[in-house]
């Protein structure tokens, strides 16, 4: 079984927050007069975050509301538009901070929703485009200085450099992703599965890290696995990759076997991890997909006799495909 | 022959600068007083990077040299010392900053030398230690200010933390890690390589590039090649991964089917892109591995009747290992 699992490993890319349909126009966004005429034509179409939060149209819940030039005007140039790409017809489109903690929504008739909850409600394409806006919007927020010489710093390329004012200084800073190994790890039938103290009642997703210098992908996995619950993992596959916007992290899904079966729980970082069996996972799984729910905000309720009834991530967390992967190895 | 490629990939896990023998501490490391004791231990090793480069003895090379507590004594301190981590007898290893560009090299009977020539030629443990140094190292020399409020900050928890010294901001920052895809991009029989223009004459290597906010690896994978040579790309597998500190990237090897085959090179990034076919390409990973040298200091000369002689990255490159991989798909 463990060998049909890991053979069946196909390149998985169902992942929301990937997918964009959009070029991002890597060279061309380097120039400013590029930029200036993309930034300032007719079709230009602009994503307002505020807060971090998605604006939504309160008629047309399922769309991202998009604002034109002529709504914008006075709020954007060549310093605060970030660009998240062009169509295949030439449109470009844009995302901005339109204000934070404090800061009333500047444009009246949207709604802001939290990027995770609307994603599963929006198309794929759009899904992906908020995960870029919310990480590249909320790193300009927390990197108004330089971290080589404490100057401010400004924007540039479109979003994509914040260089130093400093004439001494100059540094370039580029936008963070910060690669976060995540991984669902079985022995036999069972496999480990781990909850912080803020998750729901009865709910358990995989084990995840961020990944550190010097470290291979598989050496995380390891070494993740070894800090938060003691276990030894041998065999390590890459599944699929998430970009996932809180604020910038590349979630890195991989399957791993164990090679022991002792947990000892680090209580720093965990509040509980055990193993659960492959028929527990698969009910929870199908439960849970045939919900929309945002699985961080929908408490679970043990039944009625107090026992233990598993809850796991929704389908848009890549803890969810993972588990799948596992439990169907034959859908892969 | 496709088909056999991709699903020969197995986990190749033999990338230099990944294969670290000590226990990271993770958890233990955030303990002020258990960091201590460690530190003025007497069995703590100390490594200098001055430079940021590796020090070395000069009567055995194939060796890193660590110094002791008395050596160091004046040296470090909690604010300074990077623990590397803890083997398995319980000794510390520890890097530390010796000194930039202008300062004299402080200890005596060492030699310096640049991490990524040294580290071929000693044990695969203490390259990925290297790695794991030099990345610290230079990110705290980077990272003296907050970027939030462009406060001074202070190392913390033995090198994995800079907290911010103002009470008002009090930020926490983490050392970067920075994904980089780098691929071995097929069409048939044939491989696309590029050049920079700094590569020694008949040299050529995989394309690859920073991954950015909002895509998945395999999107970024396309990206990058849609970028740099207007090639399309399908299906695309994980290979496998390395630390690569210069300063701080994790490379993430990919393997990928070209869907079109007529190259437009981005000549902001590249100083040429070419097919090549597997044999030039399976003669030159034979030809390179053989050697021991560093790739990017020697330089290839053109053959008598000046003819185009293909050269690629030798083994410590991820580069290496994807070329090797679909050159001899048997060989996984």
Redesign the interface.
């Known amino acids: 079984m463990w060998r049909k699992i890991m053979d069946a490993l196909n ?1 998985f ?1 169902g ?1 929301i ?4 349909h959009l ?2 126009a ?2 061309a966004r ?1 120039d400013p007069e590029w930029l200036a005429t993309k930034l300032h034509g007719p079709a230009a179409r602009f994503l307002p975050l505020w807060q971090l939060k998605a604006p939504i149209d309160p008629d047309a819940p399922s769309d991202l509301k998009w604002l034109g030039g002529t709504e914008t005007r006075g709020h954007l140039d060549g310093t605060n538009a970030i660009l998240l790409g062009i169509d295949p017809q030439g449109v470009p489109y844009f995302a901005f901070d339109a204000g934070g903690e404090g800061d009333a929504s500047p444009f009246p008739g949207i709604q802001y929703e939290e990027v995770r909850s609307v994603a599963p409600n929006i198309s794929r394409g759009d899904a ?2 908020l ?3 919310r ?2 919007v909320d ?1 300009h927020r ?12 400004r924007m540039a390329d479109a979003g ?1 450099v914040r260089r130093c004012s400093s004439a001494g200084c100059g ?1 370039q ?7 976060v190994v995540i991984m669902l790890i079985a022995h036999g039938d069972r496999c480990l599965v781990g909850r912080q103290r803020w998750f729901p009642n009865g709910f358990y997703s995989t084990l995840a890290g ?10 995380a996995v390891r ?1 993740e696995v ?2 938060e619950a003691a276990i030894e993992v041998g ?4 599944h ?4 996932w ?1 809180y604020p ?1 992290s ?1 979630m ?1 899904g991989c399957i791993g076997e164990a090679l022991t079966d002792q947990i000892t729980i ?1 209580r ?2 965990l509040d509980d991890a055990r193993w659960v069996a492959r028929d527990a996972v698969r009910r929870a799984i199908d439960q849970v997909t045939a919900k929309t729910f945002d699985p961080f905000t929908e408490v679970a309720m043990p039944d009625e006799a107090g026992e233990f009834e598993l809850m796991v991530p929704a389908p848009m967390a890549i803890a969810h495909q993972l588990m799948r992967a596992w439990v169907y190895p034959d859908a892969t």
């Open positions: 390149p890319e992942n927050f990937a997918g964009s070029d991002r890597g060279n380097r992906s485009l995960a870029q806006a990480s590249l790193w927390r990197h108004g200085f330089c971290a080589v010489c404490g100057a401010p710093t994509y540094a800073h580029f936008p963070r992703t910060d690669p961020f990944m550190e210098p010097g470290e291979s992908i598989e050496e070494r070894w800090e065999e390590v596959r890459y699929s990759s998430q970009p916007p910038s590349l890195i680090d720093h970082e």
